[in-house]
């Protein structure tokens, strides 16, 4: 039972990248899915949350038209897209699922990915 997130990198503000968070061993079509990010020095924070019926929920403003979260089935695999990036999105992301709704807390969720790194310099 595992969550693998992959697809970050470096990347120039106004650059895109689109993150993965894919599972072995279970199927993720009946779990919420979250997002969060934890840039250096900071506490880990929510980004996005996907529902089993693909609910989504964007928390805070700073994504707000940047950020989308999308669920593939067929895949076992839940996307982040963030376009454009700008500085303040240079972060370690990880991804997490959970069972009882979307919440913005770590302690909602059980099941952690090990993060993948984005880094957004000119």
């Known amino acids: 039972v595992q969550l693998q997130a992959s697809g970050g990198g470096l990347v120039q503000p106004g650059g895109s990248l689109r993150l993965s968070c894919t599972a072995s061993?279970?199927?993720?079509?009946?779990?919420?899915v979250a997002w969060f990010r934890q840039a250096p020095g900071k506490e880990r924070e929510a980004v996005s949350c996907?529902?089993?019926?693909?609910?989504?929920?964007l928390y805070g403003d700073a994504g707000r038209g940047r950020l989308t979260i999308t669920r593939d089935n067929t895949k076992n695999t839940i996307y982040l897209q963030i376009d454009p990036l700008n500085f303040e999105d240079t972060a370690v992301y990880y991804c997490?699922?959970?069972?009882?709704?979307?919440?913005?807390?770590?302690?909602?969720?059980?099941?952690w990915g090990q993060g993948t790194l984005v880094t957004v310099s000119s």
């Open positions: 997490a699922t959970g069972r009882r709704g979307c919440y913005p807390t770590v302690e909602e969720y059980d099941n």
């Open positions: 061993g279970f199927a993720l079509d009946s779990y919420v």
């Open positions: 996907i529902t089993p019926g693909n609910g989504r929920v």
